[in-house]
């Protein structure tokens, strides 16, 4: 009985941690139902590609910033208060962005968004990483991913609802509002519920114990944790913090002290190459994409519903077997998947019919697209997806922890602002088939930096990464 409570504590805690993911997957996705509307001089702001691109991958500056400071603010504060930070920063952006009034005030309310997004996917794997036992870390930790696929589904049944209530994203709805708008605004009620739920989390026993407070860290070490010894524990995480004055300010990490340690440089090549595996194509310009090989314009709206089902249920197979196989070893199938299931979307997309309007693809090849891309897609959800954000929690050691995921998540962001922000004028100017043949070898270059950089981090203490 003990062991199930203390099992259904942890869970509970995750989940609540993970809200921050849901919150994550929505804002970056939620975008992908307005592209076509706020482009437009008539229901939007009359953007150019470049504009587009930029409006686009404005909340990913916002979360490379948001990133790099949420793990000094980690560090220098505690877990809990910088997930209640990213609930405001949400709530602010939705609220902001839906009443925008042009281009710069909606990259600003979006911009701040991002940095809610940067927070939460920095604070959620490290605050789960730190209150599960090891045996249990894969999986909880792939909680992050999984609230981020929800996210996902939950952004796009949101906009396809709006879409279909008046038959356009362009339709008047309450309050004299475009639809479009409506999709950005909704994000407030999750955002609210995040920060409700967010006060109710214990601290993390690693933080606690980094400011003194080892009979709190015992406590939550033993309900959450199951720890057997905790006194043993509490000391061995004494051994491995450190001083933390090292690792609490941009100067020190960008000393010798921090950066120089080559785990960092490893979880900054992990987590900007996953950016290149080119899944965020797929996901902020998704309904825009399938319109222009000749969905109609509902259809378009409605197959992204389906793709981030897929990747609801992707995700929980990896998490069924991310503590089986390892993270490495899914992280090297999920490259090859990748990269051969791009390869044959491209290849294709060079069948395409090139039109004033855009690509025309017959029938048989444009279901044959939509399966090839959902293949990638199913490969991405069950490795990359949830072993990334796993593998970011595990990776460094208690000293530079949030830190490490800060930096790591940083240049998450930058690969991120790079491949949004250049989709569009890739399309222009040297076509869809050739964007996604490159993406196609970004993923076997991932595979190699996993196969001989990464080390296995599954099954092992918190403790025990020391490089």
């Known amino acids: 009985m003990k062991s199930t409570a203390q099992l259904k504590s942890v869970i ?54 948001g990133a790099w400071y949420a793990g000094l603010s980690a560090m220098r504060f505690d877990r809990v208060r910088v997930m209640i930070i990213a609930s405001i920063m949400f709530f602010i952006s939705a609220l902001g962005s839906a009443l925008a009034t042009g281009l710069w005030s909606f990259v600003l309310w979006r911009f701040i968004g991002g940095i809610g997004v940067g927070i939460a996917a920095v604070i959620a794997p490290a605050y789960i990483a730190e209150v599960s036992p090891a045996h249990l870390r ?78 709190e860290a015992i406590e939550i070490l033993i309900k959450y944790v199951g720890e057997k010894n905790p006194k043993d524990k509490i000391l061995s995480i004494k051994n491995t913090l450190g001083n933390l004055d090292d690792v609490i300010s941009i100067k020190n990490i960008l000393s010798k002290k921090t950066i120089f340690i080559p785990i960092v440089w490893i979880g900054i090549s992990v987590a900007f190459i996953s950016q290149f595996t080119g899944i965020n194509i797929i996901l902020y310009y998704a309904s825009s994409l399938w319109n222009a090989v000749g969905f109609s314009q509902s259809l378009s709206f409605a197959v992204p519903i389906g793709t981030t089902t897929i990747g609801i249920l992707m995700t929980v197979v990896g998490m069924m077997v991310i503590d089986r196989i390892g993270r490495k070893k899914l992280l090297l199938i999920g490259s090859i998947g990748m990269a051969i299931s791009l390869w044959i979307t491209g290849l294709i997309f060079f069948n395409a019919e090139q039109t004033s309007t855009g690509l025309v693809l017959n029938t048989n090849l444009a279901w044959l697209v939509l399966i090839s891309a959902h293949v990638f897609y199913i490969f991405f959800c069950c490795t990359w997806g949830p072993a990334v954000w796993v593998v970011l929690g595990e990776l460094f050691p208690n000293r530079v922890r949030t830190t490490g995921i800060g930096i790591a998540t940083c240049a998450n962001w930058i690969g991120n602002i790079i491949v949004t922000w250049t989709f569009p004028p890739m399309l222009e100017y040297i076509g869809l088939a050739q964007t996604y043949l490159f993406y196609g070898v970004c993923c076997i270059l991932s595979f190699f930096i996993v196969k001989y950089l990464l080390p296995e981090t599954g099954n092992k203490e918190l403790e025990d990464m020391q490089y």
């Open 138 to 215: 894969g999986r909880l930790g792939t909680l992050q991913q999984l609230a981020i696929a929800i996210g996902l589904f939950t952004s796009f049944v949101s906009n396809y609802i709006l879409t279909n209530i008046e038959g356009s994203p362009n339709s008047i709805l309450w309050f004299d509002l475009f639809a479009w708008r409506w999709m950005l605004l909704v994000e407030i009620f999750p955002a609210f519920i995040y920060g409700i739920m967010a006060l109710k989390l214990p601290e993390s026993p690693r933080f606690l114990v980094s400011k003194g407070k080892d009979e």
């Open 12 to 65: 509970y805690i995750s989940i609540i941690a993970a809200l921050g993911g849901f919150l994550f997957g929505f804002d970056t996705a939620v975008i992908s139902g307005t592209i076509d509307s706020i482009k437009t001089v008539e229901y939007g702001f009359g953007l150019s590609s470049g504009e587009l691109g930029f409006a686009v991958a404005s909340v990913l500056f916002g979360s490379a910033i």
